[in-house]
């Protein structure tokens, strides 16, 4: 049973759409991460949220931690080709423990 | 910038090689860990090390061993080499050592095929 579970596990959109991806939990995390991973390269980091309720944007990315910190989405606005790959979310369950990782979305955005 | 840097993209091994998979980064992080990437199942922890000569088990440590001589280096060993080992392996490392919110800087990824 995945700690972190993530959807939907694929997404296949047009440029200009938006787009929710959800990771979820039983579990209470003290931080939570959001990755993505082009293909052939390892993922790189985009994000991360501390805070219960707390919403980070990074340009068209907007990122939220649930109140109860058991949950996070990640929301683009206007999808663009660039912004295909794989998506993961990665949660700490305490404070400077290992990350626990998602299933990941792999996101496809067509021109 | 920080880069972690895998041995090989690719490799090939047969059934019951020894294989050597080497991980060098190069900004003085004290954590190292080893992942395996697989369809549908995301990254799972198989080694991590805090410290040279310091090492503890993930989620999935059989069939592997790993060995950090230096801060910079970990590498994971797959003693006997089994087809259920052909999985893509990630290497990643962070600063500091249980500390919170630390971001994790991952290898380019090495695709392993045992057949």
């Known amino acids: 049973t995945q700690l972190l579970e993530q959807s939907p596990q694929f997404l296949s959109i047009q440029e200009g759409e938006n787009l929710t991806v959800y990771c979820n939990s039983s579990?209470?995390?003290?931080?939570l991460q959001w990755y993505r991973q082009e293909p052939g390269e390892g993922p790189v980091l985009l994000v991360t949220?501390?805070?219960?309720?707390e919403v980070k944007k990074l340009k068209r990315l907007t990122f939220q931690f649930g109140d109860a910190r058991k949950d996070s989405s990640l929301h683009i606005t206007a999808a663009q080709p660039g912004d295909t790959g794989l998506y993961l979310c990665?949660?700490?369950?305490?404070?400077?423990?290992?990350?626990?990782f998602g299933e990941g979305t792999q996101l496809t955005v067509n021109p | 910038d920080v880069k972690v840097t895998q041995s090989s993209r690719y490799l090939v091994k047969r059934t019951g090689e020894k294989v050597f998979l080497e991980c060098v980064q190069d900004?003085?992080?004290?954590?190292m860990f080893w992942y395996r990437q697989d369809p549908g199942l995301g990254l799972r922890l198989i080694y991590f090390?805090?410290?040279?000569?310091?090492?503890e088990k993930g989620d999935i440590p059989e069939g592997y061993s790993v060995s950090r001589e230096k801060k910079e280096r970990f590498s994971l060993i797959l003693e006997s080499a089994s087809t259920n080992q052909t999985s893509m392996y990630l290497c990643?490392?962070?600063?500091?050592?249980?500390?919170?919110?630390?971001?994790?800087?991952f290898g380019q990824g090495t695709r392993l095929t045992v057949v």
């Open positions: 990643a490392s962070s600063l500091w050592a249980h500390r919170p919110n630390t971001e994790a800087f």
């Open positions: 579990s209470v995390f003290s931080s």
């Open positions: 949220v501390v805070t219960g309720g």
């Open positions: 990665a949660g700490e369950r305490t404070s400077g423990s290992r990350l626990t």
């Open positions: 900004m003085d992080h004290e954590n």
């Open positions: 090390s805090y410290d040279v000569k310091m090492k």
